[in-house]
């Protein structure tokens, strides 16, 4: 069984930063973050597999970090530089496997962390 508990969101400043958290249990070889701004669909944000290779959304290209630490199954994304466009809830998703496109997987997701930019 896949659980996923996300933390660390909040609210900050343009410019600033935040380190968002995803303690994991079940299948964690391909694992990822995606965020859901009001009105607007899920995206992807950034991909990472068990062999550390990241796919990452132009948008956040240079400002987001993902990382994932095996030993303690925790998944983390360092946001630095943000912007009010950040703004949404994000979500760690975990998936059994994925095809070509990394963000169109079978995943099971966590509830979600808000992340709120203000200008």
């Known amino acids: 069984q896949v659980q996923l508990v996300e933390s660390g969101g909040g609210s900050v400043q343009a410019g600033g930063s935040l380190r968002l958290s995803c303690a994991a249990s079940g299948f964690t070889s391909n694992m990822a973050w995606f965020r859901q701004a009001p009105g607007k669909e899920r995206e992807g944000v950034v991909f990472?597999?068990?062999?550390?290779?990241?796919d990452y959304a132009d948008s956040v290209k240079g400002r987001f970090t993902i990382s994932k630490d095996n030993i303690v199954n925790t998944l983390y994304l360092q946001m630095n530089s943000l912007k009010p466009e950040d703004t949404a809830m994000y979500y760690c998703a975990s998936a059994p496997w994925i095809g070509i496109d990394v963000f169109d997987a079978p995943y099971y997701w966590g509830q979600g962390t808000q992340v709120t930019v203000s200008s």
């Open positions: 990472i597999d068990n062999f550390g290779n990241t």
